[in-house]
């Protein structure tokens, strides 16, 4: 299966800065790449994604990034805000197979 | 348009006990899961359901079972409950079974086995 790994596990910006998360994959056959974020109390959204055909993919203050010949790809988030802060969490799979969650990154935002 | 509503939101069992989690969807969508997270280990698939009629294990199954009564509806079952399956457990949808279109999560279920 799938092994996923997030660094860091918690990162804490102020407000205004940039935040980048990375999320590296094991199975050099994931070709879907979708980010979560998870609000307190609430369940994960999805946020952005990317598809490996595509090797950046941008969406007002996020973006993804996609490096697949080091199996990894990162979350970027410029112009943080205090509503930015959650725990990220990213799930990379391959065609047919059920999503694989890290273990979340707590972002903080502090103003 | 509602998308994924769990029930109940918060649950207190004794060991022992059993319970059914409901989870029901709105979107048409043909594939739904469920879903455990607990501190420090991220979301932990228990199990899915790739089309109405099918039920397949995920990573951690036991002690649980579902039941995918219709398209739109997908229950989980713990028959016996132990303080191990104290979580909160979140079922999810997605549109294709195969392709790769994001999941839409429920608020979750916050259950305590004491």
């Known amino acids: 299966g799938e092994n996923v790994e997030q660094h860091p596990s918690t990162l804490s910006v102020q407000e205004g800065d940039s935040a980048v998360i990375k999320c590296t994959y094991s199975d050099s056959a994931s070709n879907y790449f979708p980010w979560y974020k998870q609000e307190l109390g609430k369940g994960p959204q999805l946020i952005i994604d990317i598809r490996s055909n595509v090797g950046e993919k941008k969406d007002q203050r996020i973006a993804v990034t996609l490096n697949k010949t080091a199996k990894h790809f990162s979350l970027h988030i410029t112009e943080t805000q205090p509503e930015d802060s959650a725990v990220y969490f990213c799930?990379?799979?391959?065609?047919?197979?059920?999503?694989?969650f890290g273990t979340g990154t707590r972002l903080q935002v502090t103003l | 348009n509602a998308g994924v509503t769990q029930t109940p939101k918060f649950q207190v069992l004794k060991t022992g006990q059993s319970m059914t989690l409901q989870c029901a969807q709105d979107?048409?969508?043909?594939?739904m899961y469920w879903y455990r997270q607990d501190p420090g280990m991220g979301l932990r698939l228990i199990y899915y359901s790739a089309s109405e009629g099918t039920t397949d294990k995920g990573e951690v199954p036991n002690g649980y079972n579902v039941s995918r009564l219709n398209k739109r509806e997908f229950s989980l079952r713990l028959e016996s409950a132990a303080p191990s399956q104290t979580s909160v457990y979140f079922c999810?949808?997605?549109?294709?079974?195969?392709?790769?279109?994001?999941?839409?999560f429920g608020s979750g279920t916050r259950l305590t086995v004491v």
């Open positions: 979107m048409n969508h043909n594939s």
């Open positions: 799930a990379p799979r391959r065609t047919a197979s059920k999503l694989t």
């Open positions: 999810a949808s997605s549109e294709r079974r195969g392709g790769n279109y994001g999941y839409t």
